[in-house]
């Protein structure tokens, strides 16, 4: 039997396998990724996968890695300091919860007890996500926004609680709560000014 065509460009081996895992991730969940499967998916040998991942909690933290750097992304392309904040507040909230929606089982992994409640996270996991909430407080703590800030609020409690409300809106729909899109815009909207609310400084 001919060997299976690799689908990898020589010396990208790793970014094809994170690719095709997202994949897997996607269309079988957590339990149906292996990295036998992987291999597979990929077209290398069985052991290929091992020299980028030490086992599958290891592929699962980078996928997890892969997500947050996709939602910084995210953050950094939404314009915080322009004059219609809620205008950019209203499309970052939106944009979270397509990322979040789009790709469910990545953000379960990325926030979810797979890894986190278990304890299973790799440092380099850790330090990307932390990395991330950190970018997040700075883009709240910019100087067009922390002008709007209550004199003695603190930027990183803000930051806390706003994305503890992305994250319980996103919860509603990912559970099947909230199953209508337009309505969960509307919520989404409603939080953006409740947020606002928050963030405005007494005059």
Known sequence: MANKPSRYHHGDLHATLLREAATLLREQGVEGLSLRRLAERAGVSRTAPYHHFQDK?????????AG???LEALMDRVDFSGE????SLRDFVRGYLRFATDDPEQYEL????TL????HTTESLR???HGCFRRYVERLNEPGQRALLPADAEPLRVAQASWATLHGLCRLLLDGIYVDRQDMEAVSDQ???LILAGLVAPR
């Open 191 to 193: 939080a953006v000014r």
């Open 110 to 113: 990325m926030f979810g007890r």
């Open 57 to 65: 909690n290891a592929l699962l933290c980078a996928l997890a890695e």
């Open 84 to 87: 219609d904040r809620e205008r």
């Open 68 to 70: 947050f750097h996709r």
């Open 127 to 129: 330090q990307v996500a």
């Open 116 to 119: 986190w409640k278990a304890g």
